[in-house]
């Protein structure tokens, strides 16, 4: 690589981490204030997602299958690396859920469906039933069961349990 263009991409790189900050409402990462997703008055600003990490939220945009906005924890609760409650940004969601009452009707806890991720969202259910004025929020979990495309033969027991217990009508 020519010496100019390692120069460029030092620069670029250097940039990069000079001007990303945190959205002050979702937490997502952004060059602004406010990223570009809580800026759009076409999003569905009644339905927050809450995610672990950046790269969750590009998982679902680049599906386009959701119209709403996030809260970005940055982590999860993992007691057996010293990370608690107090680490992720549990706090910045309960406080934007009382800031804005009658707003937000529903909180989607889209967190991995793994012990931590459970944890997760767990702790947040109850946090958001304890602690906010507004309980007309309804509180969602992301459903389990078999991805598309998927054969039950190969599927594993928890995941056909948990198929089993959120079917659906159909």
Same mark, same amino acid.
Not at 107 to 126: F, R
Not at 141 to 162: C, F, H, I, N, Q
């Given at each position: 690589?020519?010496?100019?263009?390692?120069?460029?991409? &030092?620069?670029?790189?250097?940039?990069?981490?000079?001007?990303?900050?945190?959205?002050?409402? /979702?937490?997502?990462?952004? @060059?602004?204030?406010?990223?570009?997703? /809580?800026?759009?008055?076409?999003?569905?600003?009644?339905?927050?997602?809450?995610? @672990?990490?950046?790269?969750?939220?590009?998982?679902? @945009?680049?599906?386009?299958?959701?119209?709403?906005? #996030?809260?970005?924890?940055?982590?999860?609760?993992?007691?057996?690396?010293?990370?608690? $409650?107090?680490?992720?940004?549990?706090?910045?969601?309960?406080?934007?859920?009382? +800031?804005?009452?009658?707003?937000?009707?529903?909180?989607?806890? &889209?967190?991995?469906?793994?012990?931590?991720? @459970? &944890?997760?969202?767990? #702790?947040?259910?109850? +946090?958001?039933?304890?602690?906010?004025?507004?309980?007309?929020?309804?509180?969602?979990?992301?459903?389990?069961?078999? $991805?598309?495309?998927?054969?039950?033969? #190969?599927?594993?027991?928890?995941?056909?349990?948990?198929?089993?217990?959120?079917? +659906?009508?159909?």
């Amino acid at each position: 690589m020519p010496a100019s263009d390692l120069q460029d991409f &030092a620069k670029k790189l250097s940039e990069l981490k000079e001007k990303t900050k945190r959205c002050s409402i /979702c937490m997502n990462l952004s @060059e602004k204030e406010i990223c570009g997703i /809580c800026a759009d008055t076409k999003r569905n600003h009644a339905i927050i997602t809450v995610i @672990e990490s950046p790269l969750d939220l590009l998982s679902f @945009e680049k599906g386009g299958i959701y119209s709403g906005v #996030y809260h970005v924890l940055h982590g999860r609760i993992d007691p057996l690396n010293n990370i608690g $409650p107090d680490d992720i940004y549990i706090e910045q969601l309960l406080q934007r859920l009382e +800031k804005d009452k009658e707003g937000v009707l529903e909180v989607v806890l &889209a967190t991995n469906p793994d012990m931590e991720g @459970e &944890a997760t969202a767990m #702790y947040i259910q109850k +946090k958001i039933k304890t602690q906010n004025s507004n309980q007309n929020i309804k509180i969602t979990r992301l459903a389990y069961g078999l $991805p598309m495309g998927a054969s039950v033969e #190969y599927a594993d027991y928890g995941t056909l349990g948990k198929a089993m217990e959120n079917r +659906k009508s159909f």
